[in-house]
């Protein structure tokens, strides 16, 4: 299972946790698993998102791939002034 980790604001939608097993294959179904799982968290998924798998930062990657002994980061979008 793929190790996740919320960064940022982003654990306060998952009820204080920042750390998951998932069994996920690509973005498209870890969003579906966490949103499924939060549906508070949902709504921040959609947009606004990177996501570094295995250290390597993707954005609007739907489709990455996720293997089973990956490492993902879903890192929220950060305002600039």
């Known amino acids: ?3 996740v980790v ?14 998951f097993d998932l069994d996920v294959n690509d ?3 870890l969003f579906a698993q966490l949103g499924a799982r939060y549906p ?7 947009e606004g998102i990177a996501v570094a798998i295995d250290g390597e930062i993707f954005q609007d990657a739907w489709f990455a ?3 089973p002994d990956s490492e993902v980061h879903v890192i929220p979008k950060i ?3």
């Open 6 to 19: 919320l960064n940022g604001n982003l654990k306060q939608y998952s009820d204080g946790r920042s750390e």
């Open 27 to 29: 973005v498209r179904q």
């Open 1 to 3: 299972m793929a190790r």
């Open 65 to 67: 791939a996720i293997g």
């Open 40 to 46: 508070q968290l949902a709504p921040h998924l959609e």
């Open 79 to 81: 305002g600039g002034g």
